[in-house]
């Protein structure tokens, strides 16, 4: 009940704060203007904005400031996407009465996964995951390209590493609910983050079709603040996977790089193909 419990705070952080205007980006210094210059002087002419170091309160104000990104397909990647196997289409191992059934082997997943973020930019995700009776491993890259919020023709670039071992509190045939803690990374235009990350996934299938319903949320809680939530539905075709849905993400800095919060909140369908064996 905890985690659900969190998961409905981090969403009613990102409602709250998807509408307020954009000031900068995540991990990115703030770019004075010139109206803020000019209050600047004439509060004090010889006053200066110091970088904040992390893990120490900075003398400036914090100021809040989220981008939202458009609703809308602006871009659409038909790439690889990361998830298990059939569990419905395993073949059940008839065992004789008394005996044990065989242990299944390990399941590996090779994949990638294309995410459109409307008219602010995208994403190319890659996946790998070995998924055992119970345990199991799961790495992640994500790669995401912005449009500037300056105004300018260049393009902000945010690089999202993870790495976590999965535990398996429920794994049958029908599906899987894994639960993960490890360790991720953000590289933003100006700053690294290293933090610990948890996560939580399910899979299930639905009655006798070839489709699953899948979701996963991760959530890192310092130094810099992240969420991301994905939700949709897998089409099984033997060891192919052919899969969509909604994915949302949520970057939050915490004031780290120049006592300025900057944030992030992006949201847009994704699409994908994967290999599991």
């Known amino acids: 009940m905890g985690f659900w419990k969190t998961l409905c705070a981090a969403l009613a952080v990102c409602a709250l704060l998807g509408s307020a ?98 008219d602010v930019g995208g994403a190319l995700d890659l996946f790998m995951a070995l998924d055992g009776q119970r345990w199991g491993m799961d790495a992640r890259v994500s790669g995401i ?54 996560a939580a996934s399910l899979e299930a299938c639905i009655g006798p079709s070839p489709f699953d319903v899948e979701a996963r949320i991760q959530v890192v809680p310092f130094p810099h603040r992240q969420v991301d939530m994905q939700a949709g539905l897998a089409l099984h075709l033997g060891a192919l996977n052919l899969r969509g849905g909604w994915r949302t993400l949520y970057l939050n800095d915490g004031g780290h790089l120049d006592g300025v919060v900057h944030a992030d909140l992006f949201s847009g369908p994704y699409a994908g193909l994967g290999l599991s064996f």
């Open 21 to 118: 205007p954009a000031e900068a980006r995540f991990g990115k210094r703030s770019r004075p203007s010139t109206s803020d210059a000019r209050d600047s002087d004439d509060a004090d002419g010889k006053q200066e904005h110091r970088a904040t170091p992390a893990g120490r309160a900075s003398d400036a104000p914090v100021r809040s400031s989220v981008r939202a990104s458009g609703v809308g397909i602006g871009w659409f990647d038909v790439l690889f996407i990361s998830g298990p196997a059939s569990y419905h289409r395993r073949a059940r191992v008839e065992v004789p009465r008394g005996q044990r059934a065989p242990r299944p082997a390990p399941l590996v997943h090779l994949n990638v996964q294309g995410d459109s973020f409307g």
């Open 145 to 198: 390209a912005l449009e500037s919020d300056d105004g300018s023709a260049d393009t902000d670039r945010l690089t999202l590493l993870d790495a976590h071992l999965t535990l398996a509190p429920w794994s049958t045939e029908r599906g899987r609910f894994r639960m993960e803690a490890g360790i991720a990374s953000a590289h933003a235009p100006d700053a690294i983050f290293v933090g610990p990350s948890l």
